[in-house]
């Protein structure tokens, strides 16, 4: 049974339509979408289970899963992007988007994912700029990324929706720290 949290915000809910005419749901994730982060994981390649979580393991384990699934829809959210599978396999989550809190109050981290086979056709813009505008109604000014140095995707697309005042590369990986900037025609792809 689908329970939805009472604090859920329902405006974050809609269809997008991506570059090549399909439809993806995105909605504000629900702690029962735990197990499908699970196989959403499994389906992901070594080298984008990486960028994202820089590590690689077997599988996602069932804690992580549900601490990733069960947010404040405040301080933490993360909104996910769903569309039916293949042959009946069900609603399957192909993206994420999140924040989590830092140690300064107005400062998130931010990080994203987007299933191999539905990466370039605009769905991590849609996530990029859905998470920082959601962060950003909820009084979230600056937002920290850690990105491995070579992820250009990545850090062209901050660079693209944020301001970035700070960035330095450690081993390999660069943290971004930058403010979401207005909304623009060519931000809005
Ligand atoms: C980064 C990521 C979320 C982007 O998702 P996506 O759905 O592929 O993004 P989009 O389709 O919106 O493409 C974003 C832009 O990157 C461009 N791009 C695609 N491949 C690229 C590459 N190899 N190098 C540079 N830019 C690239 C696209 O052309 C697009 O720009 P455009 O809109 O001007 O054409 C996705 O690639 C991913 O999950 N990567 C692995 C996890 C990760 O790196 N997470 C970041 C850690 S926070």
Redesign the pocket.
């Known amino acids: 049974m689908t329970t939805t949290p009472a604090d859920y915000p329902r405006d974050l809910v809609h269809d997008a339509k991506?570059?090549d005419g399909s439809y993806v749901h995105i909605r504000p994730i629900r702690p029962e979408d735990a197990p499908r982060l699970q196989e959403l994981y499994g389906r992901?390649s070594r080298?984008?289970?990486?960028?994202?979580f820089f590590t690689v393991m077997k599988r996602l384990p069932p804690d992580w899963a549900q601490i990733l699934a069960t947010v404040n829809y405040r301080r933490r959210l993360a909104l996910v992007a769903e569309h039916e599978g293949a042959s009946g396999a069900g609603v399957e989550i192909i993206?994420v988007?999140r924040y989590e809190p830092t140690d300064e109050p107005d400062t998130v981290e931010?990080?994203?994912?987007?299933?191999?086979d539905?990466?370039?056709?605009?769905?991590?813009?849609?996530?990029?700029r859905d998470v920082l505008a959601a962060a950003a109604a909820r009084g979230m000014r600056r937002f920290r990324?850690?990105?491995?140095s070579d992820?250009?995707?990545?850090?062209?697309?901050i660079t693209?929706f944020g301001d970035v005042h700070e960035r330095k590369t450690d081993q390999g990986v660069t943290e971004l720290l930058f403010t979401r900037r207005a909304e623009r025609a060519g931000a809005t792809?």
Do not use: K, P, S
């Not at 080298?47 to 994202?52: F, L, N, P, S, V």
């Not at 931010?110 to 191999?116: L, P, S």
């Not at 992820?151 to 697309?157: A, G, I, S, T």
């Open positions: 991506l570059r992901l080298e984008t289970a990486y960028h994202r993206g988007g931010v990080a994203f994912v987007v299933q191999d539905w990466q370039n056709r605009g769905l991590g813009t849609i996530l990029v990324a850690y990105v491995l992820n250009r995707r990545m850090l062209d697309l693209r792809r």
